[in-house]
């Protein structure tokens, strides 16, 4: 009876199986995979978790065999002999107590080897920066290079970069997937991580995340990274490292003003902007890497004239807006005094990121312009205030009955569009 149950279920258990490894082998891209070999250090890890599941994957397979063979040959049966006890049975007991310690021993001696790799110093000629976690959002700095930016990464392929990751709040979590590497941000403690994007790869982009709650955005704190070739990482690093001017009407012949001499006001004249340094191309991103632009939509209830992006004066919102308006109490930009605050991320060239308000909306002037006007209601819990007049703060739970209006806000959006 029971070899015709076993004989009725084999080609269901077999489908099942079937249906299994399929879903296991689907043709969908994973852009998030941790399972490719970008770095030296998911490497590392890609090869402990090979042998630990080629292992695990053995015991398992051993484990069943032995059990299911147990079941069918030593199954009660009717007028059977009585079990006997093994109580006592020297030799079992020293099996069965050595073999799990050599799998231990299987499982320790890589897994210490590889936690030695990864917690090792960082080569020599490393590119430092600084990881800064903000609920939230992503503050990188480069010390060497002079650079602050916000949410963005970049990095050149083939060269180590060496992480100090550090928090101002509550704790976080960096993590690149398709880079490797998981490491938390401790408060009151300076955390290292290091690795090098493959110097094969081409520019790229990747998706970046916070990996440890944080409070109600925590799901909204993201980034980006762009490992990017060398001389494009030196064109972006110097226009980065660059004070933020800009001009408010096309004047090729007008000399830049030294960054010691710029003022709000002439920053919002005619003054120049120097030579752009690269970026990662926005057509690229749509083409090749559309899992790296946001898709979050803006929340209903909020409103915006769009028709006054057109006619955004970023004169006036350079002095009226930026200055008169409040943001230079929350935000740095470098060549406008005054402008030095580190309560917020450092604007000076937004315009040449593809992202805002932590990685989770789109760099436009639409988007800006609402999350200027209300950022607490695009971002649940975000420290930004409540800017536009007339809108109801979800955190203050009161009407903002002073701020500035859309016209004064689309001004505030040219200024700081032009900021490439």
């Known amino acids: 009876m029971l070899k015709l149950r076993l004989r009725q279920a084999a080609p269901v258990a077999l489908v099942a199986m079937l249906l299994l490894t399929l879903s296991a082998c689907g043709l969908t891209e994973y852009p998030n995979t941790t399972f490719h070999h970008n770095t030296e250090f998911n490497s590392a890890v890609d090869a402990l978790f090979d042998r630990l599941v080629f292992w695990g994957t053995i015991v398992f397979v051993v484990v069943e065999v032995a059990l299911v063979v147990t079941i069918i040959k030593f199954r009660k049966r009717p007028g059977g002999p009585a079990a006997k006890p093994i109580h006592g049975n020297a030799a079992l007991e020293i099996t069965w107590t050595v073999i799990p310690a050599l799998i231990l021993v299987l499982i320790a001696i890589p897994t210490v080897k590889t936690i030695f790799e990864t917690q090792a110093e960082a080569p020599a000629g490393a590119i430092k920066v600084e990881v800064i976690g903000h609920q939230w959002w992503w503050e990188f700095r480069y010390p060497e290079l002079g650079v602050v930016t916000a949410n963005e990464l970049y990095l050149p392929v083939g060269r180590t970069a060496a ?130 632009i946001p898709q979050t939509p803006i929340p209903a209830g909020i409103t915006f004239d769009d028709a006054l992006l057109a006619g955004g004066d970023p004169v006036k919102g350079a002095t009226e807006g930026f200055l008169l308006g409040g943001c230079i109490g929350c935000h740095a930009i470098s060549g406008v005094p005054g402008a030095v605050s580190e309560i917020g991320p450092n604007l000076t060239h937004l315009a040449s990121r593809h992202t805002i308000a932590g990685g989770l909306y789109r760099n436009d002037a639409p988007t800006l312009a609402r999350w200027i006007k209300n950022a607490r209601h695009l971002k649940p819990g975000s420290i930004m205030n409540t800017i536009g007049k007339g809108e109801y703060d979800p955190i203050l739970k009161t009407t903002n009955t002073m701020g500035l209006d859309d016209r004064q806000i689309a001004d505030v959006v040219a200024y700081l569009m032009a900021l490439k």
């Not at 004070?243 to 960054?259: Q, W, Y």
């Not at 030579?275 to 749509?286: M, N, Q, S, V």
């Open 163 to 292: 992480f100090e990751l550090k928090t101002k709040d509550v704790l976080h979590s960096f993590w690149i997937p398709q880079m490797g590497g998981k490491r938390d941000l401790i408060t009151n403690k300076t955390n290292h991580l290091w690795f090098t994007p493959s110097a094969d790869l081409p520019s790229s982009a990747w998706n970046g995340f916070c990996a440890e709650y944080c409070g109600s955005s925590h799901a909204n704190m993201k980034f980006r990274l762009y490992t990017v070739q060398p001389d494009e990482f030196e064109s972006w690093a110097r226009h980065q490292a660059s004070p933020a001017v800009f001009s408010a009407t096309p004047a090729p012949a007008t000399p830049v003003i030294p960054a010691a001499q710029v003022t709000v006001a002439d920053s919002a004249a005619s003054v120049a902007a120097p030579t752009a340094g690269y970026a990662f191309p926005k057509d690229r991103l749509e083409a090749e890497f559309p899992h790296v």
